[in-house]
């Protein structure tokens, strides 16, 4: 979504993510890393937000990471069999507007201005050009890619371009793959989710030297009536931004070949460099053996919803 939504209605939404771990056996000792707090972004404003965690943890921290995202840390030092966290979050959603035919700067431009030169000014977005440990340098995405960004192409048509050729032509499963799969391995058998099909997008975009950061959040359970049902609800999602001045970050949705931007069914969650950086919730723990893990997520208008 571009950053500059001011003064647009805003749509007020609650969203509930609960994860249950349950291990076979007894967990001495754990530490965990949450990002389950939406961030405060100038489309999206956090009413509340909260973690309700069983057992309760004998230490707790809040703080912010290097992209500004909130996240939780915590310790359980009491011998315990399960664990439940749940996170609950009202966000109010501002909507940006048809962006398709927004101007933007040729791609070749942006390419330029996130290159390093001696005494040059530093570009921010720069930060996401480089390979990560979920989105390695990939050359065969570079020629997939060169299809979008012909010469001169102004950089969001190119991107929205990008994103809609990979919804076309790469199939929602959520059997295909699991979190660790190779990026090479989604791009030769064309089936993945929302993780995968947001880290080629980002992936792609790299291979051409553009800053391409992943986004992590939530969609819509239930879209409002006569709009069809975006893949990836009821679960976490993912997507794209992309950096389009003079518009500013614009994010992409390429399982559903949307701008989240364009209607308020994206909650964002947080955003790095891929989805190593922003994992809802992971950690580390003495014992348990083998464990079964269950997640569920509801996104839901909140009572008496209306423009704001």
């Known amino acids: 979504m571009s950053e500059g ?25 754990a530490q965990h890393l949450a990002h389950l707090r939406p961030c405060a972004l100038p489309w999206q404003r956090v009413a509340t937000t909260a973690l309700a965690i069983e057992p309760q943890p004998q230490h707790w921290t809040e703080s912010s990471d290097v992209f500004g995202n909130r996240r939780d840390a915590f310790a359980l030092y009491t011998p315990h069999d399960s664990l439940r966290v749940v996170a609950g979050s009202t966000v109010r959603l501002a909507r940006a507007g048809d962006l398709t035919d927004a101007p933007s700067a040729p791609w070749e431009e942006v390419r330029r201005a996130c290159q390093y030169r001696a005494g040059g000014a530093f570009e921010p977005a720069s930060a996401f050009v480089f390979a990560s440990p979920f989105v390695p340098r990939m050359p065969d995405l570079a020629d997939y890619a060169a299809a979008s960004f012909m010469p001169g192409r102004p950089v969001l048509a190119a991107a929205i371009d990008l994103m809609r050729r990979i919804a076309a032509d790469f199939t929602y499963d959520g059997n295909a793959t699991e979190v660790h799969t190779p990026l090479a391995q989604v791009l030769r058998q064309r089936r993945g989710v929302c993780q995968d099909f947001a880290h080629l997008m980002i992936a792609a975009l790299r291979a051409l030297q553009l800053p391409a950061r992943y986004v992590s ?34 994010d992409f949705d390429p399982t559903n070949a949307v701008l989240p931007g364009t209607a308020t069914t994206h909650v964002t969650l947080a955003i790095g460099r891929d989805y190593g950086d922003v994992m809802p919730l992971r950690g580390v723990i003495r014992g348990g053996g083998e464990h079964s893990l269950s997640v569920a997520v509801s996104v839901v208008p909140a009572e008496g919803d209306g423009p704001q």
């Open 5 to 29: 939504t001011k003064g647009a209605p805003m749509t007020i939404l609650h969203v509930t993510h609960e994860t249950h771990y349950a291990y076979a056996a007894r967990v001495d000792l």
């Open 217 to 250: 959040g939530y969609l819509l359970t239930q879209p409002p009536p006569g709009q069809p049902r975006l893949l990836g609800a009821d679960a976490s999602h993912a997507w794209v931004g992309v950096w389009c001045p003079p518009l500013g970050w614009v």
